[in-house]
């Protein structure tokens, strides 16, 4: 069953592409960032690990630029969304 979280994470993070890569190589552009997701999502700091990890990447990432919270925190909210999900389907 994680097999399947970890590729739904994948499929959202290749779809926000945040670096802009080519859609062939988002599909595995970002599989190595899935785990510390995961230790986010635990932790319950998932937008403020992927607001940190856009900075890290260089990327011109400001938390006060409403459409760029925006899109920040939608995708967070589709991971934890996933993340609740899974867990229920573990019980």
Do not use: H
Request: aromatic share 8%.
């Amino acid at each position: 069953m994680m097999k399947k979280l970890v590729r739904e994470i994948n499929l959202v993070l290749a779809g926000w592409n945040p670096i802009g890569v080519d859609g062939n190589v988002a599909m595995s552009e970002y599989q190595g960032y899935i785990g510390s997701i995961l230790t986010a999502l635990k932790e319950n700091r998932l937008l403020l690990y992927l607001e940190e990890l856009l900075l890290e990447l260089g990327l011109e990432y400001d938390s006060t630029n409403e459409l760029q919270s925006m899109e920040v925190r939608n995708v967070s909210e589709v991971l934890e969304n996933l993340y609740k999900n899974w867990k229920v389907s573990q019980n």
